[in-house]
């Protein structure tokens, strides 16, 4: 069965540091890559998307970017945190068997200070 | 323009009762239909999906989803409410017919009373 890991889970950093959150998952090859978004526990914001290593879409411009250095791992990265990064971020995955629905990790939680 | 709504923010109801989750959808082409529930500082679980074929489409935990054409609606739907049920519910769309990205409507946050 697949599996989807993200890490770390929670995460406080201060204004101006640098970030870095891994996903990767497991059971599965190929898989569509996707980084979200989510501010006061509500609607889910698109990031960035996968469709295989190396290739990266971004849906919304900000001091975020994301990589795929492998098959199965997803990074998301930022050389400057601002205040307005915190939030809740969650890492999904999708099959083109499975009738695109997307899977989700357990999220980062993310407090900027 | 593909888009879903949820157009309640919060739904109460007792335990026992029936519930309704709303949501309507606007896509070009065939509509593939997601319901996504998430607990609280949790990931979103995969609850049903409308692909084709039946009009009432059964998922986890009970939960059914009704997909009605002419009303393009996709209500979540439970015949017997848990308090455990209490939870963010998020409707989402594939955005258009060769992409695999999901539209998500604003999330619906239901209160199951005991």
């Known amino acids: 069965s697949q599996t989807i890991h993200q890490w770390p889970a929670t995460l406080v950093q201060p204004v101006g540091s640098p970030l870095s959150l891994e996903c990767t998952v497991e059971?599965?090859?190929?898989?569509?890559l996707y980084w979200y978004r989510q501010a006061a526990g509500r609607g889910l914001q698109l990031l960035f998307y996968s469709v295989g290593i190396g290739q990266i879409s971004s849906e919304v411009p900000q001091n975020l970017s994301a990589s795929r250095p492998q098959d199965r791992q997803f990074i998301l990265s930022s050389k400057k945190l601002l205040l307005s990064d915190s939030g809740f971020y969650l890492c999904?995955?999708?099959?083109?068997?499975?009738?695109?629905?997307?899977?989700f990790g357990p999220g980062t939680r993310l407090t900027v200070t | 323009a593909q888009s879903v709504a949820q157009p309640e923010d919060q739904v109460n109801v007792a335990e026992g009762n029936p519930l309704t989750v709303k949501c309507t959808y606007s896509?070009?082409?065939?509509?593939?239909l997601f319901w996504y529930v998430q607990y609280p500082n949790r990931g979103l679980q995969f609850l049903l999906k409308?692909?084709?074929?039946?009009?009432l489409v059964k998922g986890s935990y009970g939960f059914e989803a009704e997909f009605n054409k002419s009303q393009t609606s996709f209500h979540l739907k439970k015949p017997s409410a848990l308090v455990s049920d209490s939870a963010l519910y998020f409707c989402a769309v594939r955005r258009g017919d060769s992409s695999y990205k999901l539209i998500f409507g604003s999330g619906t946050r239901l209160l199951v009373r005991p």
């Open positions: 059971g599965t090859s190929n898989p569509n």
């Open positions: 409308y692909i084709t074929g039946d009009n």
């Open positions: 896509v070009s082409g065939n509509p593939y």
């Open positions: 999904a995955w999708s099959s083109g068997r499975s009738y695109y629905e997307q899977y």
